[in-house]
Every structure is written in structure tokens, then in C-alpha cells.
């Protein structure tokens, strides 16, 4: 089975620029997360879809962050306009959808900001 | 307070040796454990997941969780120096995952 991919892996970016990350969940997977781990910490939740909906944002600043997935497969994650404090390990996790199924996590993009 | 507290370490441990990780939370209202091992440039991978008080065993790891004390434990048996990496616990309940900050293991050849 293959895991959840994600792309780029490494990006470095100005400060006031924009980025976007691309997640691929596992095949089947209902549920995605995107979670953002800054260095030293644990990953704290963003943003969780169920298929193409939004199931909770809450965590998610949304004055700069947005994230979509329109067919309910991949999704993406856009920062706009980065900040020094966005410097992180965006990672995406899926799973299978039932209420409380384990969550498989990608290797994550390290974003830099100068 | 933090919701879920983890001591970061770093702990360092002969190969061979027995190794204890532990967390501690305050919301009563998780019920779902799990651990998550995380390599150097590398996503969480799932160790364990478990549901309610008492142990879970697999291979050389067994997890524990005691609700009553709100304290979840990772044992790692006969420890490897491929069992070097950061250990995370998480908590999960109707949408609301968190996660312990990592405690980041070595195991000394």
C-alpha cells in the first residue's frame, strides 16, 4: 500500500512570499489532515477534511492559510503572504474515515522562510 | 497547562536496555491512544493505538494507559539503535487530536 506523498519536500522562501504544498492521501482514505510541526514540537492540527468538506478549521489562520480539496482525493495547503513564524514541517495525514481510525502521516515539506 | 505533557528528554540508553516514555494529559474526555515514532526528516510513523485502561503489546513495544491517572506509557523491550528516533504520544476524542511534543530517544551500540 502506498503511503501518503507529498511534494515539494524542502522550499525556502522570502518573507511576504506566497507557497503551496501538494498532499496525495492513501488510496481509500476519506479523511485528510494537514498539520504544521514547528522544530522541537508536536505536529499541531491545521486543517481536517472528510472527502472534499471541511470538518474543522478551527486552528487554521486563516487571514494567511487556506487549503482546498476540491475532488476529495489530494489536496493543497497555501500560505499568503509567509511569515518568519511560518517556518515549519507541513505534514499530511490520512485515514480511513471512521470516526476514530489511526492517522498515517507523509514525510512532510520543511518550509524555510528568510 | 498544556493539554498534554511530554518530557522532551533527550534520554539516551545502552542497546539491550528497557526504555519507559511517558506522557500525561488533562482532558478526560480522550479516549483513543496512540504512540508515534518520528525519524530525523521523516513524517510520524504508528507504533501503537489503543482504546481504554490497560496494556496493549506488540513485539518488543507495549503500551499502557491508566485513564483513572491520566498517564500513558511506552515500553520498548531489548532496545535497538534503530530504535533511535523521537517518540510522540497523541490523544484523540470526536475530532480533537493532540499530541505530546516528543521525547527523542538513543540507543548506544
Known amino acids: 500500500e502506498a503511503g501518503v506523498a507529498q511534494s515539494p519536500r524542502y522550499k525556502i522562501i522570502e518573507k511576504r512570499q506566497s507557497v503551496a504544498f501538494w498532499c496525495n492521501p492513501i488510496?481509500?482514505?476519506?479523511?485528510l489532515y494537514w498539520y504544521q510541526q514547528i522544530l522541537g514540537q508536536g505536529p499541531k492540527l491545521l486543517i481536517q477534511?472528510?472527502?472534499?468538506?471541511?470538518?474543522?478549521d478551527s486552528q487554521l489562520p486563516k487571514d494567511r492559510f487556506s487549503a482546498e480539496r476540491l475532488k476529495g482525493v489530494d489536496s493543497t495547503l497555501k500560505i499568503q503572504p509567509a511569515k518568519l513564524e511560518d517556518s515549519a514541517v507541513y505534514l499530511c495525514?490520512?485515514?480511513?474515515?471512521?470516526?476514530?481510525?489511526?492517522?498515517?502521516f507523509g514525510d512532510g515539506t520543511r518550509l524555510s522562510i528568510l | 497547562q498544556k493539554e498534554v505533557e511530554q518530557d522532551p528528554g533527550p534520554l539516551s540508553v545502552p542497546e539491550g536496555a528497557i526504555v519507559s516514555l511517558n506522557c500525561t494529559y488533562s482532558?478526560?474526555?480522550?479516549?483513543?491512544f496512540m504512540w508515534y515514532r518520528q525519524y530525523s526528516r521523516k513524517g510520524p510513523e504508528l507504533l501503537m493505538y489503543?482504546?481504554?485502561?490497560g496494556n496493549k503489546e506488540d513485539g518488543r513495544f507495549t503500551a499502557q494507559v491508566d485513564k483513572s491517572s491520566k498517564y500513558i506509557s511506552l515500553f520498548i523491550r531489548d532496545s535497538q539503535p534503530s530504535d533511535s528516533a523521537t517518540y510522540l504520544c497523541?490523544?484523540?476524542?470526536?475530532?480533537?487530536?493532540?499530541f505530546g511534543a516528543g521525547t527523542r530517544l538513543t540507543v548506544k551500540p
Open positions: 489503543t482504546y481504554s485502561s
Open positions: 482532558n478526560s474526555a480522550f479516549q483513543y
Open positions: 497523541a490523544m484523540y476524542n470526536n475530532n480533537d487530536m493532540r
Open positions: 488510496s481509500g482514505h476519506a479523511t
Open positions: 477534511f472528510q472527502n472534499n468538506g471541511v470538518v474543522d
Open positions: 495525514a490520512s485515514s480511513s474515515g471512521g470516526a476514530n481510525q489511526p492517522q498515517h
